[in-house]
């Protein structure tokens, strides 16, 4: 795989950038949570935890795509220490039980129903970023679709009961918070299935240095939207909702 310098640096630029969204979304999170009622703190404070293990591991992958390249003579070479994908798969594998949990608390279950969904959604979410793992690090066109097939079962599964799931509780809302609610399910189901996608594009005939910078700003680009996006209209849903109990709503 010829990567050009160019193409090294606009996705050194992506990485760069996903580590300033995150940081951002974070501060952001944190100190604005005091200004949603007690009963949305947790779903604020979990968002803020969310965009700041992603800041971590993408400060990990920056380091890493930095030193698996040197230029010599004006062309790009590999060094002898190879990228480190794991680190996103590591980042996922703690990040999308997070943001699932995120969304169970939303819909407002009953205590034994949140906590029966939450572990039941989590064990999904691991075992379909266990299932694309050997997919994600093998350049076989036949292994790749093979462990994207294994991996969209449970990926299947967990969109349709989170859709299902958000649409009820979308009609349980006070009006003021409907349309955010509808939006995160949206976003949701939106940039969740960026993911599958991205995946494919090396077996979709692009070449390989081409589909592996395409792959990295894909993953960034919905890595911003799934996290830092969504956490503050996780914020911004948490906030309508203290106002329409508080009974002074502007909007
Ligand atoms: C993989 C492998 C190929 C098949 C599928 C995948 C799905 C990944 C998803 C990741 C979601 C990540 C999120 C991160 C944000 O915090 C693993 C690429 C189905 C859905 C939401």
């Given at each position: 795989m010829?990567?050009?310098?160019e193409?090294?640096?606009l996705?050194?630029?992506?990485f760069?950038?996903?580590?300033a969204?995150?940081?951002a979304?974070?501060?952001?999170?944190w100190?604005?949570?005091?200004?949603?009622?007690?009963?949305?703190?947790?779903?604020?404070?979990?968002?803020g935890?969310?965009?700041?293990?992603?800041l971590?591991?993408?400060?990990?992958?920056?380091?890493?795509?930095n030193?698996?390249?040197?230029?010599v003579?004006?062309?790009?070479?590999?060094?002898d220490k190879?990228?480190?994908?794991a680190?996103?798969?590591?980042?996922?594998?703690?990040t999308?039980p997070?943001?699932?949990v995120?969304?169970?608390?939303v819909?407002?279950?009953?205590?034994s129903?949140?906590?029966?969904?939450s572990?039941?959604l989590?064990?999904?979410?691991a075992?379909?970023?266990?299932?694309g793992?050997?997919?994600?690090i093998?350049?076989?066109?036949?292994?790749?679709?093979l462990?994207?097939?294994?991996s969209?079962?449970?990926f299947?599964?967990?969109?349709y009961?989170?859709?299902i799931?958000l649409r009820?509780?979308?009609?349980?809302?006070p009006?003021?918070a409907k349309?955010?609610?509808g939006?995160?399910r949206y976003?949701?189901?939106?940039?969740?299935?960026f993911?599958?996608?991205?995946?494919?594009f090396?077996?979709?005939?692009?070449s390989?240095a081409?589909a592996?910078?395409?792959?990295?700003?894909?993953?960034s680009?919905?890595?911003?939207?799934?996290?830092?996006?969504?956490?503050?209209l996780?914020f911004?849903?948490a906030?309508r909702?203290t106002?329409?109990e508080?009974?002074t709503?502007?909007?």
């Amino acid at each position: 795989m010829e990567i050009s310098v160019e193409q090294h640096q606009l996705v050194a630029n992506f990485f760069s950038l996903t580590i300033a969204a995150m940081a951002a979304a974070t501060a952001f999170l944190w100190i604005n949570r005091s200004q949603v009622s007690d009963r949305y703190k947790t779903a604020v404070t979990v968002s803020g935890i969310v965009t700041f293990i992603a800041l971590y591991h993408y400060w990990r992958i920056y380091g890493s795509w930095n030193e698996a390249y040197q230029v010599v003579d004006g062309t790009l070479v590999a060094t002898d220490k190879p990228f480190n994908d794991a680190y996103r798969y590591v980042d996922w594998l703690l990040t999308v039980p997070l943001l699932l949990v995120e969304l169970i608390l939303v819909m407002k279950l009953t205590a034994s129903d949140t906590f029966k969904k939450s572990v039941r959604l989590g064990a999904l979410a691991a075992l379909m970023i266990v299932l694309g793992y050997p997919g994600e690090i093998s350049d076989v066109a036949g292994t790749r679709w093979l462990w994207w097939s294994l991996s969209m079962i449970p990926f299947l599964w967990i969109v349709y009961e989170l859709f299902i799931g958000l649409r009820s509780a979308q009609d349980a809302q006070p009006e003021s918070a409907k349309g955010l609610i509808g939006a995160a399910r949206y976003l949701v189901i939106g940039s969740w299935a960026f993911y599958p996608i991205v995946f494919l594009f090396p077996m979709l005939g692009l070449s390989g240095a081409a589909a592996e910078t395409f792959v990295q700003i894909g993953y960034s680009v919905a890595d911003i939207v799934a996290k830092a996006v969504f956490g503050i209209l996780i914020f911004a849903i948490a906030m309508r909702k203290t106002e329409a109990e508080k009974g002074t709503v502007t909007l």
